[in-house]
C-alpha cells in the first residue's frame, strides 16, 4: 500500500520562500515519476512540477524558474522548493506517484496515488 505524507506547508510574505516534501512508503520514488499539484479555492487541481524516474524535471509555466523538484532516494522524499512566492501560488499542495515507470504527465488522471495535501498560503 502506497501512503503520501506531505509537511512543510505554512503561511509565508510574497517574495519569500519555502520548501515542502512529500514522504513515501510503499513505493520507491526513485523508480517511478513523482508530480506535485496544487488546488486553489474554487479553482480545479493543476500541475506544478513532475520529475521522472531517470531525474528529468518539468514545470508549469507559472512556476518555472521559482520552483524546483528534487528527491532523495535515500529517504525516499520528493520536496518542491520554491522561491519568490506570490499570492497566487496560495493552494493545497499536493503530491501523487505516477501509475507508470516511464513518461511523466500533467493529468492529474495519470497518477494514481495522491497525499492528504498540505496548506501554502502567501501573503500579500
Known amino acids: 500500500q502506497v501512503q503520501l505524507v506531505e509537511s512543510g506547508g505554512g503561511l509565508v510574505q510574497a517574495g519569500g520562500s519555502l520548501r515542502i516534501s512529500c514522504a513515501a512508503s510503499?513505493?520507491?520514488?526513485?523508480?517511478?515519476?513523482m508530480g506535485w499539484f496544487r488546488q486553489a479555492p474554487g479553482k480545479e487541481r493543476e500541475f506544478v512540477a513532475a520529475?521522472?524516474?531517470?531525474?528529468?524535471?518539468y514545470y508549469a509555466t507559472s512556476v518555472k524558474g521559482r520552483f524546483t523538484i528534487s528527491r532523495d532516494n535515500a529517504k525516499n522524499t520528493v520536496y518542491l522548493q520554491m522561491e519568490s512566492l506570490k499570492p497566487e501560488d496560495t493552494a493545497v499542495f499536493y503530491c501523487?506517484?505516477?501509475?507508470?515507470?516511464?513518461?511523466?504527465?500533467?493529468?492529474?488522471?495519470?497518477?494514481?496515488?495522491w497525499g492528504q495535501g498540505t496548506q501554502v498560503t502567501v501573503s500579500s
Open positions: 501523487a506517484t505516477g501509475r507508470e515507470k516511464y513518461g511523466v504527465s500533467v493529468h492529474a488522471s495519470w497518477y494514481d496515488n
Open positions: 510503499g513505493r520507491t520514488v526513485g523508480n517511478y515519476p
Open positions: 520529475i521522472s524516474w531517470s531525474g528529468g524535471t
